[in-house]
């Protein structure tokens, strides 16, 4: 994928397979895509389901913990953390705790 001017220039491809909804763009395929919006009459509601869903499945993701703390850790402390800093910051992350004392 060539970026120009911030953004990505990857033809994006609309299509059907095997019944499925498809897209693909930039080498990665999305089936069937949550879609809550109606496409005839959209309404803000819609709007607001559709990224509460997203943001839902963005933070559920196993990968999710990682990449924050990791990114964290980056911007607060070292540009290059251990594993060890970097899975006790995640786990912090996931359980809510650390060192015993809760904080959600």
Known sequence: CTVAAGACACPVQLDQQDGMHVIRAGGATLQNPPVFVDRKAPRARDCLWEVEALLDHLFEHPNTPVFVAYRMIQRFV???????????????????SYGGISYS
Do not use: E, H
């Open 78 to 96: 070292t540009s290059n953390p251990s594993g060890a800093y970097v899975q006790a910051v995640s786990d912090a992350f996931k359980t809510g």
